[in-house]
Structures are given as C-alpha cells and as structure tokens.
C-alpha cells in the first residue's frame, strides 16, 4: 500500500511503539512458528508493505533520482523484510544489501537509490536503515519516544489524567503543610508508584486489543490484573496520602478550634 505521511505514522505508532512517521513498513504475515498450521489458502500471502509517498518524493529529490526509483527500492526492501531478511548485524546488513541490489538490477534500474548512495560515501538506503534501526540505538530517540508513551497514556487515558490532577493537588498541599524531605521522597514515590501501574495497565489493554478482538478468558483475565494494580496502587497512595497530610491536617483543624 502507498498512502500517506498520517496514515504511515498512525501504523507505527500502534503496531510498533514509534510514534513517528517513516518511509516504509513491513509486516510479515508468519511469525516463523513452524508448529502453527495455515490453512492452504493462506500458502501465497506473505505479508503486507506500507509506504509513505510524500517522503519517498522527498527522499528523491534529495538523493537526486526519481520518486518510481525511490519506490521500487522501498518496496524491496519492504518484501525483503516481510521474507525474513533483516539488518541488525553488519553480517545481516551485506547480505540483505546484497540481495536488495541484485534484485533492483533485475528489475531494469541499473543506478539504484542505494548505489547512488553508497557512491556518495553515504550508507545504502537511509530511509529504511533510519525507520528501522535508527530508532533503536539512539539515546535522544529513545528518550523521545519514551515522552511520546508518556503523552500517548495522558491523551487517551482518562483514569491518567485523573491521577495527574490528583497528584498535583497533593504536590500543592504538600508545599503548604511544609513537608520534611523524607516525606517529599515518599509522595514522589507514590505518586511515580501510581502512574506506572496506570502505565502498565495501558500496555496490557493495548497489546490484547491487538492480538485479539474477541473475546477470550486469557485477555480479560489480563485485563483485569493490570486494572487491579492500578485500583490496589491508588488504594496505597490514599493510605500513603492520610499518614503523610492527616496529622498535620487534624493539627491544624484543631488550632482553627
């Protein structure tokens, strides 16, 4: 499929974790369980590719080529991927470049995007290398895309955004009853104890939703575990909240008297 930059970004980010839009997709169809039986209707579907237009355009005109070149390389490198071929090792890499060249020749484009590239001094194919390993190994990457999870559980979930409220109001009340370090440290700790069981329970709802649609007993019963972190973490930060302010609170509720 070719299709946009938003729609792009939108399958990465739920299928992948990464926020973020890319030049190309790839989605192979078998995982390489070869206990799992398909049924022989299933022997020709390998898998899906999705790529970006605008940034193959984009990808071309920087490189100097055509968009149908940029396309065709795209479009390997994508059923490469959805045939098993990766490039996480320097071994992996020649031999799936290799691969990618002799099959761009074949196909009539003798002055390939990623010979193009390599003549340059540059490395083959940067789109692809830059979607799919880039993100990986680097730190401000990784930090980006942890703030984007942060940010995606804020926007979607309602029970986050209550805890934030909640935990501000505490942060707020704490400032004026002058809490002692110690104290401090545990609201941080508390409140950090809260938003990562909401964390979680988000990963878990996220990751059944896209193994499974329907209804099945294991789901649910995941489901319902990562709910019951959270109910049993926000019933510790109410115990935690009462030793914490009650004291000073009666303190000073009895002096108003």
């Given amino acids: 499929m070719v299709t946009d930059d938003a ?9 992948r974790g990464v926020d973020a839009v890319t ?3 790839a989605f192979p169809a078998r995982g390489g369980d070869e206990r799992f039986v398909e049924g022989p209707e299933a022997a020709g579907y390998l898998g899906d590719v999705v790529i970006s237009y605008p940034r193959a355009a984009a990808q071309a005109a920087a490189a100097g080529h055509s968009v149908a070149d940029e396309l065709r390389l795209l ?7 959805v045939l098993g071929h990766d490039h996480v090792t320097s071994e992996e890499e020649a031999a799936m470049w290799a691969r990618q060249e002799e099959i761009l020749r074949l196909v009539g484009q003798s002055d390939s995007p990623a010979e193009s590239c390599l ?3 540059g490395s083959a194919a940067p789109g692809p290398r830059a979607m799919e390993t880039g993100w990986r190994t680097g730190l401000g990457a990784s930090f980006r895309h ?16 209550i805890h934030l409220v909640m935990a501000l109001l505490a942060v707020a009340l704490a400032a004026v009853l002058h809490l002692s370090l110690a104290e401090w440290a545990i609201l941080a700790l508390t409140i950090g104890f809260v938003f990562v069981a909401e964390m979680f329970n988000s990963v878990a709802e996220a990751t059944m939703d896209a193994v499974t ?10 489901k319902d575990v990562a709910a019951g972190a959270v ?3 926000a019933i510790v930060s109410m115990i935690v909240g009462l030793l914490l302010f009650g004291p000073r609170l009666w303190t000073l509720w009895r002096d108003m008297r």
């Avoid at 942890?146 to 955004?161: D, I, K, M, P, S």
């Fill in 119 to 121: 003549a340059r001094g």
């Fill in 23 to 25: 030049d190309v997709l």
């Fill in 146 to 161: 942890a703030f984007a999870g942060l940010g995606h559980v804020l926007r979607t979930q309602r029970n986050a955004r």
């Fill in 75 to 81: 479009v390997v490198h994508g059923v490469l991927h």
């Fill in 231 to 233: 109910i049993f973490a």
């Fill in 7 to 15: 729609q792009v970004r939108e399958l990465n980010a739920r299928y």
């Fill in 213 to 222: 649609r329907e209804f099945h007993p294991l789901a649910k019963a995941a």
